[in-house]
């Protein structure tokens, strides 16, 4: 078995230790997958498991354009590698999580420790924030406002118009 595979092993073991599904593997190339996940509450999620010694901002961009096409709630990178200053720029600000190798090698241990799905302090790591932010759902006589308004502002047109024309002023 190559580094790579061990890496992507490694996260799908992970994954399901935490109760998650991991629904597919998406080989990108030798050295990258994506691992994609449904989560316990449901949730699409998908991590990138990046086999390279120094992960390139090339890589992260590639990366962030597949995300956009999964249409995932959450995100991660996990490496043995790690970032290059242009990588870690582009993911300043994203909420997405870095999981080195020692944060790999933290999680192996508390798994051989317990038994069952995992909980706690390895939710933070490995249930990164939202990549994209979530609108605010509308309740009640709110998610009506704007279609009103729209249909009073579409009213108004109208009869402005037939008045025009009734008193000659709009030729039609």
Known sequence: MN???ALVDEAIEL???LGHTVEQVAEIDELRSDLLIQSSDWEKWVARCDSNAQI???SVK????HLATYQAKKAAIITTGTLTSRAKRLLEGKPMEFIDSATLANFRNKIEGKTGPLSG???S???PESVWPQKAS???WRRWVRPILFGLLVLAIVLTCVLL???GLLPI
């Open 56 to 58: 390139s901002a090339g």
């Open 121 to 123: 302090d390895l939710g």
């Open 62 to 65: 590639l990366f962030l354009t």
């Open 125 to 127: 790591f490995i249930e």
């Open 3 to 5: 580094g790579h595979q």
């Open 138 to 140: 509308r309740r009640g």
């Open 165 to 167: 024309a009734w008193f």
């Open 15 to 17: 994954y399901q230790s």
